[in-house]
């Protein structure tokens, strides 16, 4: 009877033509942990995703583990975060992968940044002195839930196109995420409302998203340019025109020196706060909407504490 039980539908399928699993599991390699979050949410158990980076490392700079190798070359979809953030190790890994179904411009290869909104696109000529600007604008646009909706908006598609008999599934799970991303997002924006406009000063540029959308106003950097680790004159600088503004919050990515930020907090009285800037930063930020509700949690006990308005 059990034996009948389980190979029942087998045995359906048999009998009409169809197979018994109709759903194949599509295998996802996302690069990093929050493009890996958002889609197990649009995929749910028709898809296997496995990710490169960590959410506490630093995405421009990962190590080429032979094992990632290993990984895309069994993987059906490839989401990447785009705009030159993995410029300096994914196209190795794509290429030594073998696998023709990733490469770039092929079915299996997504650019995730293609619809959201980019900020921070330079106009005009691009030189080495500017320091490490991406030319095709900030690659860290996750940090914008609205982005977070378009980025799932793009793997539902790219999904459905692979399994087009999933494709409603994929429709209804996307559906699901939008309406719960939107039900958080009203407490986020609520949250934030009373410090729109709040200025503060982040380690690097990777909050031009964030601070957009929740109203906070980035008049500084700790980086004297992109991807150039601190000087003593630009900190000097930026500490005078901090206490000048009256800045009381540093933000910093959780993979840089403290060092500097907390003699900056030493001097000015202002509050380092390490913000989590991706999925899988801190254990708790287990999936996307985590990653919103810790920072803006965290941001907002900052403010207070420092009495910064
Ligand atoms: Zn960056």
New binding site residues.
């Given amino acids: 009877m059990r034996v009948l039980r389980s190979f029942g539908p087998l045995l359906l399928g048999f009998l009409f033509g169809a197979p018994a699993v109709a759903h194949a599991t599509i295998n996802v390699m996302a690069t990093t942990e929050d493009l890996a979050a958002i889609t197990r949410e649009v995929g749910g158990d028709r898809v296997k995703v496995d990710f490169i980076a960590r959410g506490y490392q630093d995405p421009?700079f990962v190590e080429a583990k032979p094992s990632f190798i290993l990984k895309l070359a069994k993987a059906d979809l490839l989401v990447a975060v785009g705009r030159e953030l993995e410029l300096g190790w994914l196209p190795p890994l794509i290429q030594q992968s073998r696998n023709a179904k990733i490469q770039v411009g092929a079915d299996g290869y997504l650019d995730a940044s293609l619809t959201a909104k980019i900020l921070e696109i330079p106009t005009g000529q691009i030189t080495r002195a500017m320091g490490d600007v991406?030319p095709l604008g900030n690659?860290?646009y996750w940090l914008d839930p609205e982005n977070g909706r378009r980025i799932a908006a793009g793997i539902r598609d790219r999904l459905a196109k692979r399994s087009p008999a999933d494709a409603s599934y994929f429709a209804d799970r996307y559906a699901d995420f939008d309406k719960r991303l939107a039900l958080a997002e009203k407490r986020w924006d609520a949250q934030m409302a009373p410090y729109k406009g709040l200025r503060i000063v982040t380690y690097?540029?990777?909050w031009p998203n964030f601070c957009e959308r929740f109203g906070l106003d980035v008049v500084g950097y700790v980086e004297p340019k992109?991807g150039i680790p601190p000087s003593p004159s630009h900190t000097l600088e930026l500490m005078q025109e901090m206490k000048r503004l009256g800045v009381k919050i540093v933000l910093v990515e959780p993979y840089f020196d403290l060092k500097t930020p907390n003699s900056i907090g030493r001097e000015t009285g202002a509050k380092v706060v390490v913000l989590a800037p991706s999925v899988g930063a801190e254990k708790e930020i287990t999936d996307y909407l985590r990653l919103f509700d810790y920072d803006v949690n965290l941001v907002i006990s900052a403010i207070k504490e420092t009495g910064a308005r």
Avoid: G, V
């Fill in positions: 421009h991406h690659p860290h690097h540029r990777s992109p």
